[in-house]
T-cell receptor
Framework: GQQVMQIPQYQHVQEGEDFTTYCNSS?????IQWYKQRPGGHPVFLIQ?????EVKKQKRLTFQFGEAKKNSSLHITATQTTDVGTYFC?????????FGTGTSLTVIP | GAVVSQHPSRVICKSGTSVKIECRSL??????MFWYRQFPKQSLMLMAT?????????EQGVEKDKFLINHASLTLSTLTVTSAHPEDSSFYIC??????????????FGNGTRLTVT
């Protein structure tokens, strides 16, 4: 079945360091979305990427969609304690949303 | 806008009983709703896709007779966990897709339901 893998599973960084999570799909995706889930909360939509090779930025966050539309990355520059949470990519191969395995980010003050 | 209300937020039930979870889109019409299950520190596992007025599409390995889904209107989908057992204890979360389609719409999530079966 559909698999969307993310690495790393966990990441601890010192505040101010950069952070990157990678998302890989076993199949080509129509588009990919990124979500953030704070502990105890529900996922919150961050961004959607549609085009091959697309790069989007939101302040300190940079999102990239691979040329083959099978992988994506999220990069956070100069992490802050407010960045703590689990980041999920969601791949859309057809009409379903399949979430990646998630990367849990801990930021050490 | 795009608020999804999920109820109840927490429920504790005895083994063998059934539990109904409601998912409502408050300010938009949701033609498609997705039901996910999430275990602690794990990802969201898609259980089923619910389309208004038609039968839900279940993912492989999800028992349709155990997890009954009804999407009777454009603003309400329900998930009923029948004859619940302790292994069904989990965080269940719904999400709704607004007007448009998966190619241009984000998911709007409910706050989730923490189910504990004793």
């Amino acid at each position: 079945g559909q698999q969307v893998m993310q690495i790393p599973q966990y990441q601890h960084v010192q505040e101010g360091e950069d952070f990157t999570t990678y998302c890989n799909s076993s199949t080509t995706l129509s588009n990919i979305q990124w979500y953030k889930q704070r502990p105890g909360g529900h996922p919150v939509f961050l961004i959607q990427l549609v085009k091959s090779g697309e790069v989007k930025k939101q302040k300190r966050l940079t999102f990239q969609f691979g040329e083959a539309k099978k992988n994506s990355s999220l990069h956070i520059t100069a992490t802050q304690t407010t960045d703590v949470g689990t980041y999920f990519c969601a791949g859309i191969p057809g009409n379903q949303f399949y979430f990646g395995t998630g990367t849990s980010l801990t930021v050490i003050p | 806008g795009a608020v999804v209300s999920q109820h109840p937020s927490r429920v504790i039930c005895k083994s063998g009983t059934s539990v109904k979870i409601e998912c409502r889109s408050l300010d938009f019409q949701a033609t498609t709703m997705f039901w996910y299950r999430q275990f602690p520190k794990q990802s969201l596992m898609l259980m089923a896709t619910s389309n208004e007025g038609s039968k839900a599409t279940y993912e492989q390995g999800v028992e349709k007779d155990k997890f009954l889904i009804n999407h009777a209107s454009l603003t309400l989908s329900t998930l009923t966990v029948t004859s619940a057992h302790p292994e069904d204890s989990s965080f269940y979360i719904c999400s709704a897709l607004g007007q448009g389609n998966v190619l241009n719409s984000p998911l709007h999530f409910g706050n989730g339901t923490r189910l504990t079966v004793t």
